[in-house]
């Protein structure tokens, strides 16, 4: 594709379209709003493509594609929290399916337990605390009574451990 074959970009498409559609739809409840994101994401993905870091395609796409939905969504709710504000009885009410979301949370949520339990015991308090709780380097430090010189080599080691022992797949 960064050598100038466009028939590479096509089958990017048609590898990941499918995939990439189920992640944006339960943020979007809609159908045709979930394809024009989805076409959205993919111009961005094409334009993004010289910067990649070539470490997790799968979930690079997918953070794209999602994080487009979400703007989308915003942009979406606020546009009709201005309708709601200036034109009460013509707006139309913001619908989210609450519930599919909040299974979709609940799955990944059991997920991510499960993985992180199986991190060696030295690594997961400092994966926690960082990623999970969002704890700084010097909060850990100090709550864990190290240097922050440490908690930077912890979770180096701990991030090295993950890409060794954890496959993007899985974690889907």
Do not use: C
């Not at 993004?48 to 690079?60: A, D, E, I, M, N």
Request: net charge neutral; no cysteine.
């Amino acid at each position: 594709m960064l050598a100038g074959e466009t028939d590479a970009f096509r089958a990017i498409i048609e590898t990941y379209q499918a995939y990439l559609y189920r992640a944006v739809y339960p943020i979007l409840n809609d159908q045709k709003d979930a394809e024009d994101v989805l076409q959205e994401a993919f111009v961005k993905i094409f334009v993004s493509l010289p910067r990649y870091q070539h470490q997790g395609f799968k979930t690079w796409i997918t953070r794209i594609a999602v994080n487009t939905a979400i703007d989308y969504r915003r942009k979406r709710s606020n546009r009709r929290e201005y309708l709601t504000d200036t034109h009460e009885e013509h707006a139309m009410p913001v619908s989210e399916n609450a519930a599919e979301l909040e299974v979709v949370r609940k799955e990944r949520g059991e997920l991510i337990a499960k993985y992180v339990n199986d991190l060696p015991a030295n690594y997961r308090e400092v994966v926690v605390a960082f990623y999970l709780e969002e704890k700084s380097y010097q909060q850990i430090a100090d709550e864990q009574g190290i240097e922050i010189k440490t908690v930077a080599s912890k979770l180096f080691r701990a991030r090295t451990w993950m890409k060794k022992h954890w496959k993007e797949e899985d974690l889907r």
